[in-house]
C-alpha cells in the first residue's frame, strides 16, 4: 500500500506554532498553494502523485520555481512540470516571476 503524501493539516500546523518561525504565515500560503497545485496535477495526469491507474494520461516531470509577491511577503512556490504540455495555475498571477537570479 503506497504513502498518501498529503498533508495533514493540523499535524502541519502544530508543529509550525511549535517551531515558533517568524514567516509562518508565508509557510501556510506557499504549502496551500503548493497542495492546491498538487491536486489540480493529479487530476490533469489522471492519477495521483505516484500512483498506477489505467486511467492516466499524463506523468509529472519535476518542479519549476517561480516568485509570487503576495501580501504576507515573496513566496516561491514549486510548481509540477508534466511530461505532455503544460500545466501553470489559472489562480496564479501569470506575471510571476521567474527564479531570481543574483
Known sequence: MAD???VDPAGWFA???GA?????LR???KTMAEALMSAEAD?????GYGQRSDGRVNRRN???????DTRVGTVEPAIP???SGSYFPEWLPSDAAGPSRP
Open 62 to 68: 519535476g518542479y519549476r520555481e517561480r516568485t509570487w
Open 81 to 83: 512540470k508534466l511530461r
Open 15 to 17: 508543529e509550525q506554532i
Open 4 to 6: 498518501n503524501p498529503s
Open 43 to 47: 487530476a490533469i495526469c489522471g492519477a
Open 27 to 29: 509557510s501556510m500560503v
Open 20 to 24: 515558533c518561525e517568524p514567516d509562518l
